[in-house]
């Protein structure tokens, strides 16, 4: 039964990790390079630019659930399993993600570089 | 991409990982979470374990998103992916833990999609760039 709740943990911090960086890439792409304008503008006007942002809330929010749900995850599970299933499965995720919603050019390769770290990382967690 | 770009997605390859390791050391002390006492989660972070994983992984989150300022999300979670061999690496260099021949494979499936994505663009998708200018312009009114 601990594994059927571990794979429940799994499943809900893949889905509030994809929508957490989602949004924080959606935030952070209308805030703007954030070196160039720490250098303008000084870090207290970045700061307070970014934590005005609804989608750096919103995406903060959702990153607050998947660090929970892994953090209860890893009480039941070993981070061999929790740290590589969530790993991968979130990077398919982000993929669809970025496509879906932030209107990111996911061509063959960046396709083939998320399959290519997502079968690494499944080998290097069952090996 | 410039020397700044670099040790920023640096940087979350590097606390990341830590990060992890450090939860992961912190959970084990706290023990098990009875799933009828959900929130005694919320205890577990006063172990001092999670506290300095919690200090990395933040510096992790900051980087990742100055590295999202700059680059696609889908060009950042691949390229920050090294994080995994670097576990590896660490695990085998300071732990003197034995690495098989299939995670040989697993750390070369990585390196190469991190290869692959990393000669791409950095940023695609220029219509939200137009909308954050827009912004931007009606903000400086």
């Known amino acids: 039964m601990r594994l059927a709740y571990t794979w429940v943990c799994i499943l809900v911090t893949v889905v509030a990790a994809a929508g957490g960086d989602v949004l924080i890439a959606l935030a952070m792409r209308r805030i703007g390079d954030l070196g160039e304008l720490g250098a303008r503008l000084g870090i207290f006007a ?39 299933a969530t790993a991968s499965l979130t990077f398919l995720a982000n993929a669809l993600g970025g496509k879906l919603f932030l209107g990111e050019d996911v061509d063959r390769r960046r396709w083939l570089a998320t399959i290519f770290v997502c079968a690494g990382v499944l080998l290097i967690a069952r090996s | 991409m410039t020397l700044r770009k670099y040790l920023v997605i640096l940087s979350v390859v590097v606390f990341g990982p830590i990060g992890d390791a450090f939860l992961a050391r912190g959970m084990k002390q706290t023990g098990a979470i009875d799933v009828s006492h959900l929130t005694h989660v919320f205890a577990a972070v006063a172990n001092p ?82 909308v954050s200018a827009s912004a931007e312009q009606q903000e400086s009114r």
């Open chain 2, 49 to 130: 374990w999670i506290i300095l994983g919690i200090a990395s992984l933040l510096a992790s989150m900051a980087s990742y998103m100055t590295a999202l300022s700059f680059a696609d999300l889908t060009y950042v979670l691949p390229a920050t992916a090294l994080g995994y061999v670097n576990m590896v690496f660490i695990a085998h260099l300071w732990l003197g833990e034995h690495i098989s021949v299939i995670r040989w494979g697993g750390i070369a499936l990585i390196v190469m999609g991190v290869g692959w994505v990393a000669r791409g663009p950095l940023r695609t998708g220029n219509h939200l760039v137009d």
């Open chain 1, 46 to 84: 970045v700061v307070v630019r970014i934590f005005s942002s609804g989608a750096f809330l919103s995406g903060i929010s959702l990153m607050a659930i998947a660090f929970f749900s892994n953090l209860i995850g890893l009480s039941w599970a070993d981070l061999s399993l929790m740290g590589p």
